[in-house]
């Protein structure tokens, strides 16, 4: 895989939004940086001691301090209303589109398996099946992932569709995204879960649609052979 | 305000010492030689701490490579010298630990709190000198448990040093049981010191400040160890509530945490980071107050807008309390209390821009000397300034799905704790080291050890941030294990070497810091010419600290006052005809 | 030394009816343990060649005497994608060796009752870790969380009078003292069968087993 500086490529609907407010706040901030960063080595040389010099003799300016006090709060309140609509986006309350396909997603020591409601569309019913360690979704459909845990606290981290959520025993998350390339991403825990965290690796494996369907048939005329 | 009663009580014994070897130096109740006790014990601690660092970066370098003089370990931890995973969660568990329960923070408030605030206020000693002697002896013991822990059946405690339950609540899920249960254990008993040691500075603080020490003629450092000390009194207890449950759900099989019978994951996120927010702001806020101290006397200029830098450390105070769910943005917590949470914790930006702003106009147009404490306090400025701005995006809830639980945010935490609070710390020892052993440390090795440090530091943390956009998880064991990892494990080499050589480098200050106490130039009462009561004072300092209680008549950094000749006028001199001293 | 004779216990375990069927394993994530099964890899946990049951553990329930100390060679368990023996026993006290023979991270997971629990990782090949339980039990499952299909069941034993059926479904207990006993069959999913038998001075005596399909 080749090396790309910054964020790595991104695959889903949301991730542009995302790392627009990314390059916003690095472009801000990197400006601060350099102004403070300059500033202060230039008065390190400009200002160092001399023999028989005394200092200014000075305790403050409120003009300036006002300056830096209410520059810096207008620039994070803009920052915080740009992030606070994309969250809203991806996360707020009726945020997951309603014709999103499932997946019930079960995270384990050190395991993911991703089970299908079937033909019925339906969980829990003996037409479920269950892959692990990959994940198949159609490319530019919504997905909603249900996301539960078995034991400890795992994290559902795909880094190409931006996408993070913790996966907690006793609670059942949905989280959402929408692939916008075909082809295999990695899959990943990032929230330590035991000896074997750093192995509980999987994949999200995109198709175009008709792929998907012609996939999603077999894996049901399979089933209904395994269950006879 | 200030009670001098005590101060008299003591003026009478100032030079005569007539007390044991044992009751002067090991069961002591005097402030400065606890702060040296504390200081020698989170030292010997921050060493460990920087040894566990180092192997767990030699595994991330070089995933199976057999560690250097990796043989010594038994065959639970690494066997044939190769680390295993579960040893490497032990590692990763307690370096959080050490070093930012037993290093960092008794560093910042049990040796600084401890040895400045009764020579800085014009006290003779604590409020409560029996109460602060057993802070001391009870913060040793907690951590001797927790060292201990390494050396029982399964190792020491592998959950990471948050302690994320379930994980951390049961033996079954982590293959860590008597570690986990010590690491609870130890966590309570390292409480108690805090409680007792913030209580005394608390108290001391506000009784004990010599006549005229007016609150705002009180220097910064005091000030943040004073804030610092309401944070930890208050935020303290919840940890030790929580850890006290955590321990009953290891040992006594209750349910607090675990789900199968009904416990809750997110009730231990919630009570850690309600204790663990304001943790990072007493991890942060004295070494702002060192550094103001320090930033004025090496730019021999009044710190530039003392009030707002005052105001500016309640401002932290406060807000460290409400902004603890930003450590839970992706944890499953309810994402329309993420947004309150990211308007809260970018506001932090406010107060966090006023003292770095003020730092600079305080060296503006100054006179500056570039002694050691100087040079570590304004790398604390250009260092804080970078963890700073990195947590801007963590703040940005959107922005935080990517890089949440990554590298990212190892940088974050290691540009605030090690650029800032460490940087803070070695520049503070270093000018406060002759009040201390009456001798001073010396300048070159001084230098050298703040440039060598400087360099490895930033080639060290600064390409995590890299990492972590890459999407490489904090924690990990193995990063080769991930095909998308694989391109950037040049850059986890790099940073390993860089590692190995920063924590060789800090053997110039060990040794200068030992050479010095025996071999030292000697120090007047004020080498740096400060303005602070402490430098009134032999060095070291006596026991009973002052001959007679000082009467303060000044606002804390007079320098190159137009009323008298010198550059820096102490706070107990008077002067005739002055004009009012504190106007802004 | 406990008593030992000459006596033996010798038997066959049988299944009545059709064996529900194994479930497959997914093992298409992890190549290296796919390349060494042919087909589509099953979790034995129904052994049955011509109604004949393997992997049933049968021991001496009752009748030793109690406090009596043996020995006996251990079982060495193999770890590759599948525990191999998946049903074995020990006797208390007596370290059990675990190999991982597979190149990648395999961890043995103990959740006992009476003993003190372990979760280990192997992260190479070749690793070699040794446990050992103290109390007897029936039975420990050891499992791997990596590979949530890998499971065994060790039997800690007070005695060395145990077998594990074979694929042809035969046992043999031998070294027995005369006397009478009550054994039992343990099986994963088939639950336990108990007998009376009467081991003679010399020779064996034969016991059978016949276990259905539980109800699901």
Redesign the interface.
């Known amino acids: 895989?080749?090396?790309?500086?910054?964020?790595?490529p991104a695959a889903s609907t949301?991730a542009a939004?995302?790392d627009r407010?990314?390059y916003i706040?690095?472009a801000?901030?990197g400006l601060?940086?350099v102004i403070?960063?300059v500033?202060?080595v230039w008065?390190?040389i400009k200002?160092?001691?001399?023999p028989g010099?005394?200092?200014?003799?000075?305790?403050?300016?409120?003009k300036?301090?006002v300056i830096?006090?209410a520059?810096?709060?207008v620039?994070?309140?803009v920052?915080?209303i740009l992030?606070?609509r994309?969250?809203?986006h991806?996360?707020?309350?009726d945020s997951v589109p309603p014709d999103a396909l499932p997946v019930a997603l079960v995270a384990?020591?050190?395991?993911w398996?991703a089970t299908y409601p079937g033909a019925d569309g339906s969980f829990d019913t003996d037409d479920d099946f269950?892959?692990?360690?990959?994940m198949r979704v159609p490319v530019n459909r919504p997905v909603v992932v249900h996301l539960t845990s078995e034991?400890?606290?795992h994290?559902f981290?795909v880094?190409a569709f931006?996408?993070?959520?913790?996966a907690?025993?006793?609670?059942e998350?949905r989280v959402w995204f929408q692939a916008t390339e075909t082809g295999e991403f990695?899959l990943?825990?990032?929230?330590?879960?035991?000896?074997?965290?750093?192995?509980m690796?999987?994949?999200v494996v995109v198709q175009e649609q008709d792929a998907y369907e012609r996939w999603l048939a077999e894996q049901a005329a399979s089933q209904t052979v395994?269950s006879r | 305000m200030a009670t001098t009663a005590a101060a008299f009580d003591h003026v009478a014994h100032a030079h005569i010492d007539t007390r044991s070897f044992i009751k002067r130096y090991i069961f002591s109740t005097d402030h400065k030689i606890i702060g040296i006790q504390f200081l020698i014990m989170s030292l010997l601690f921050l060493g460990v701490g920087g040894l566990l660092a180092i192997m767990m970066r030699w595994q991330l370098g070089f995933p199976g490579a057999a560690l250097p003089a990796g043989g010594m370990f038994p065959e639970t931890m690494a066997p044939d010298g190769i680390m295993l995973p579960e040893f490497y969660n032990s590692l990763v568990t307690m370096h959080g630990t050490f070093m930012v329960f037993f290093a960092i923070m008794p560093l910042l408030v049990g040796v600084f709190a401890n040895f400045l605030i009764p020579l800085k206020i014009g006290a003779p000693d604590m409020a409560f000198p029996r109460i602060n002697m057993a802070s001391f002896w009870i913060a040793v013991p907690a951590g001797l448990i927790m060292l201990t822990s390494f050396a029982v059946e399964g190792g020491a405690a592998g959950a990471g040093w948050t302690m994320y339950a379930p994980l951390s609540a049961s033996a079954e899920y982590s293959g860590v049981s008597t570690g986990q249960m010590l690491w609870s254990a130890s966590i309570v008993v390292l409480g108690m010191a805090s409680i007792l040691g913030s209580m005394n500075y608390i108290t001391t603080v506000i009784n004990m400040r010599a006549p005229g020490m007016t609150w705002f003629r009180m220097p910064l450092s005091i000030w943040a160890l004073f804030i610092t000390a309401i944070l930890t009194i208050l935020a303290i207890p919840i940890l030790s509530g929580a850890a006290i449950m955590l321990l009953f759900d290891q040992l006594l099989g209750t349910h607090f945490f675990l789900p199968p019978q009904g416990g809750q994951p997110l009730l231990w996120q919630h009570l850690f980071w309600f204790f663990g927010h304001p943790e990072v702001y007493i991890l942060i806020l004295p070494a702002m107050g060192f550094v103001s101290d320090i930033i004025a006397n090496g730019s021999r200029k009044p710190i530039f807008g003392y009030h707002s830098m005052v105001f500016a450390i309640m401002g932290i105070g406060f807000l460290g309390w409400i902004v603890w769910g930003h450590h839970m943005f992706q944890s499953g917590m309810n994402p329309t209390l993420g947004t309150s949470f990211m308007i809260s914790t970018l506001l932090i930006a406010v107060p966090s821009a006023i003292k770095t702003f003020n730092w600079l106009g305080t060296t503006w147009r100054g006179n500056i000397r570039f002694h050691v404490p100087m040079l570590n306090a304004v790398a604390f400025v250009a260092m804080f300034v970078i963890g700073g701005l990195s947590g801007v995006f963590m703040a940005s809830t959107p922005v935080d799905i990517q890089i949440h639980d990554t590298y990212f945010i190892v940088a974050h935490i290691h540009y605030v704790l090690f650029g800032g609070s460490l940087f803070a710390l070695f520049g503070a020892i270093t000018f406060w080291y002759p009040k201390m052993f009456g001798r001073m440390m010396s300048e070159r090795w001084g230098k050298v050890h703040f440039i060598l440090t400087f360099i490895f530091y930033n080639l060290t943390f600064f390409p995590m941030h890299q990492l972590g956009l890459g999407g490489h998880m904090r924690r990990i064991y193995d990063p080769t294990e991930y095909e998308f990892l694989l391109p950037m494990q040049g850059i986890n080499r790099f940073i390993t070497v860089s590692a190995i050589l920063l924590f060789t480098t800090q053997f110039i200050f060990a040794a200068n810091f030992v050479i010095s106490w025996f071999k030292g130039k000697r120090a007047g009462n004020n080498p740096w010419q400060d303005t602070g009561l402490e430098w009134t004072t032999p060095s070291p300092a006596p026991h009973g600290n002052f001959p007679t209680t000082p009467t303060v008549y000044h606002a804390p950094y007079e320098f190159s006052s137009p009323h008298v000749a010198e550059d820096y006028l102490m706070q107990d001199r008077k002067v005739e005809r002055i004009a009012s001293p504190t106007a802004s | 030394m406990g008593p030992r004779g000459n006596g033996a216990i010798a038997g066959t375990v049988r299944f009545g009816g059709t064996p529900p069927a194994n479930p497959t394993i997914d093992m298409s994530e992890e190549p290296d343990c796919a390349g060494k099964h042919q087909g589509a890899p099953t979790d034995p946990q129904y052994v049955v060649n011509n109604g004949m049951f393997g992997n049933v553990f049968v021991y001496v329930k009752s009748g030793l005497p109690a406090g009596a100390e043996y020995t006996a060679p251990s079982t060495p368990v193999q770890s590759g994608c599948l525990y191999h023996p998946r049903v074995f026993g020990v006797l208390a006290g007596q370290p059990i060796e675990i190999r991982n023979s597979d190149p990648m991270l395999h961890n043995i997971k103990a959740v006992p009752d009476q003993n003190r629990g372990f979760n280990i990782s192997q992260p190479r090949e070749g690793m070699m870790t040794s446990r050992t339980f103290n109390a007897p039990e029936i039975m420990v499952p050891f499992e791997c969380n990596v590979h949530g299909w890998m499971n065994a069941f060790v039997g800690v034993m007070e005695h060395p009078f145990f077998a594990t059926s074979g694929e042809d479904g035969s046992f043999t207990i031998d070294g027995l003292p005369a006397g009478t006993y009550e054994i039992e069959a343990w099986h994963e999913l088939a639950g336990t069968q108990t007998q009376s038998v009467t081991v003679p001075e010399t020779g064996a005596v034969n016991v059978e087993f016949t276990f259905t399909a539980p109800a699901s």
């Open positions: 895989m080749p090396f790309d500086w910054g964020l790595p949301f939004d995302i407010i990314y706040i690095l801000v901030t601060a940086f403070v960063e500033a202060l008065f390190l200002y160092r001691g001399r010099r005394k200092a200014h003799y000075t305790h403050g300016s409120v300036a301090e830096w006090t520059v810096p709060a620039v994070v309140v920052i915080g992030s606070g994309v969250w809203n991806i996360r707020g309350r384990k020591q050190f395991e398996n269950t892959l692990r360690n990959e034991d400890v606290i994290s981290f880094p931006r996408v993070k959520q913790d907690v025993p006793g609670m998350i990695p990943a825990c990032a929230e330590l879960c035991g000896l074997g965290h750093y192995r690796s999987a994949r395994a």
